[in-house]
Nanobody, 125 residues
């Protein structure tokens, strides 16, 4: 399994931007689908975005489409989440996740076997 370490969270105002990073260990990074999830207090963990290992295709939660962008740099073993036009509802702990090698792109948490420790994003109104 990959070890994943997120960074880049913080306290911002509504309308601001943040870029989250997730650095992975291991040698097979380019074979994993990579995703971001978030968990807000009192809510269930929620899928945010995923990027395919195969062709770079992406998928997003409807409420973040047009505001968030997921990307990956296989040379750096890093996945990013660029978050623009942040809203208070985006406040949560954000987690990155990696799938098994060569998996079909998916939103399901069960399809991701490695998880980071999370980074807090707080958006004030």
């Amino acid at each position: 399994q990959e070890q994943l370490v997120e960074s880049g969270g913080g306290l911002v105002q509504a309308g601001d931007s943040l870029r989250l990073s997730c650095a992975a260990s291991g040698r097979n990074f380019n074979t994993y689908n990579l995703a971001w999830y978030r968990h807000a207090p009192g809510k269930e963990r929620e899928f945010v975005a995923v990027i395919s290992w195969l062709n770079g295709n992406t998928d997003y939660l409807d409420s973040v489409k047009g505001r968030f962008t997921i990307s990956r740099d296989n040379a750096k073993n890093t996945v990013y989440l660029q978050m623009n036009s942040l809203k208070p509802d985006d406040t949560a702990v954000y987690y990155c996740a990696a799938s098994r090698p060569w998996a079909v792109m998916s939103r399901r948490t069960a399809d991701f076997r490695s998880w980071g420790q999370g980074t807090q994003v707080t958006v004030s109104s």
